[in-house]
């Protein structure tokens, strides 16, 4: 039954991800025949015949030159070895190694704010979730509905305001020589922390209350579990009950979503690397947008798709192998 | 023709008491004066602006601090008058977020309301195109829809509502799932209504409450997104909105010359905007069922249920909560966000 899931629940998984791979290779294809205009629009200062060479040269770079099913064909096989495609910038860069030049970059700034997030918020929301009902509930209410209306990139403009300008704590801007300087010494360690401060704050408070949150509700839930009646009944110290039974539980599906946040989160990040001239796969996706550069693009997209599906599945399975009570049904 | 007038009839004194409800709710209060705020000075922007917001030949205007004559300053670069361009950013944040968040609702509540009710092939296929939307980075995404078809008005509201309404179809689904075994569609069967009338006639009006709330949530949700598109400068070039002067700020030097009011001034427009239609969300779903109180809707729901029909309810809802959770973590309480806040 067990084993008959998992493979059914892989196999989804797989399915999903066919599915994006094929809108990736469509949806830069909408509404155009060749996609080479697409890399080269017109240009006013070029006759027809000079566009119709530039643009046969560049088919034939980019392997547009066969038919699109074949082209399809040739996205899959190099997939298949990891290759994401070729980029259109100058130089004709693969696409993946644009994406590991900056990938941990990003990373630094998503997995600092869900470490941040994910501990101060699962605290707070413990402690809402105990005293429901009283002012610290209360704020946790007030403070995320307040937070949902404030876009983050509004919070980082205002916190690179004063921290950056006028009080001049944390670098407004990212060094532009932070990465090709970086090395594994203490200085540098700490010059990325100085330059990520003001990031990872202006993505960190709504970090925080959502995992607050998240994790009151989710306290609150198994608190009105029959099992937890059962221990009081038993006579079981509250202390006992608070972390043996309720903490435990609840938390568990708040730790399994971290896979699958981050990958929203790198999603999100996007504005605000962009205020802060980070250089990290949002700026990269950004430029990528400005220039049409679409294999990056969709790259970057058939990537984090990636992860997101990973993630999930993970997510399930464990589900599934840990906690008996989640029985397997018969759909899906 | 007489059947016709007294079903507006009735509309109306449903819309009134509904309002009289929301006017009687402490929050709800809030709410709707800062909605209706908002929507009368959209309307009404050209005779509010004290200056034309689209000058920007005014020269020795620029970079003015909150006056009486410019009551938020003006902008450095070109010496824009920023309440003028505030005045008119409404039209657009509202525009593009209650356009996008009714057609979300209609879209959401017909597809969830088809794979609930008739379930097998229709179901199948909807609920995989909401797995599949699920798992591609929502702002990404439409960064590229916007590149490939264009970064026209209408064009960014289609983009936002066809990425939008799968969180209210999987909602509306587990509500249909429900409803569907109650006596009175069983009833309707029996007494030979057609498929399509006791999906319009029977489930449809059950799954209201839901509807209207998420109209509220979502126009929000949209506002936010909205914002971060312009900010990235991927808005329609043509408008003047929130995100866009945000954007101009940055870069128009408000951080260098410490003109903080050229930044506040269209923060706490979305601010605002968005707080205004989700308080009206979440008081609006209080007031549809007083017993759920401040947990996820579907939770709410099944507790507030009939105990036979609760296994079918916690079957949707648990690949609702495990494939659900990046929907938990934005909009705190609401299980149903768009998905869009950046």
Known sequence: MKLSYVIKRVLYSLFVFAVVITLNFFIPRIGVADPAERYYPPQGNMSDIEYEIVKQLTREQYGFHVSTWQQYLNYLKGLARGDLGTSFRPGSPKVMDLITERLPWTLVLSVSTMLIGLIVGVLFGVVAAVKRG????????????????????????????YLGFEWEIFPAYTDSTMVSEFAWTWEGISRVARNAALPVMSMMVGSIISYAQGTRNAVIAVTNEDF??????????TSTIRYKHILRNSLLPIVTSLGMSISGLIGGQVVIEQVFNWQGMGTLFLEANQTNDYPLMMGIMLLLSGFTIFAILVTDLIYVLLDPRVTVGDKR | MKRLWMGVKRRIKGAGELLAKIWAHKQGKVGLIMVSLLVLVAIFAPYIAPYDPYDVSQRTTKGLPPSR???????????QDIFSMLVYGTRVSLLVGVTSGVCIAFVGSLLGVAA?????????????????????????LVIVLTNVLGRDFWIIILIFVALGWTGLARTIRSLVLVLKNTNYVKAAELAGASRWQIMTRHILPGTSHLV?????????????????LS??????????????????AQSGGALLFGAWWWILAPGLGIFLAVFGFMRLGLVLEEIANPRMKRT???????????????EEVFRSMDDYTKIGVPEATYGGGQSHGTGFEA
Do not use: C
């Open chain 2, 212 to 228: 209207i709330m998420s109209t509220a949530l979502s126009s929000a949700g949209i506002m936010v997104a909205e914002a971060g």
């Open chain 1, 228 to 237: 937890v009646l059962t221990a009081r009944a038993k006579g079981l110290k």
């Open chain 1, 134 to 161: 009283r002012w610290q509930d209360t704020l946790l209410l007030n403070a995320s509905t307040v937070m949902v209306a404030l876009p983050s990139f509004f919070i980082a403009l205002i916190l690179s305001f």
């Open chain 2, 231 to 248: 900010f990235l400068g991927l808005g329609d070039p043509t408008a003047i909105s929130w995100g866009k002067m945000l954007a101009e």
């Open chain 2, 296 to 310: 996820s809707s579907v939770y709410k729901l099944f507790r507030s249920l009939d105990s036979s029909y609760i």
């Open chain 2, 69 to 79: 004559e410019h009551l938020l300053g003006t902008t450095i670069n070109t010496g």
């Open chain 2, 116 to 140: 609930g009710y008739l379930g097998g092939a229709v179901d199948n296929l909807i609920m995989r195109i909401v797995d599949i939307m699920l798992v591609i980075p929502t702002l990404p």
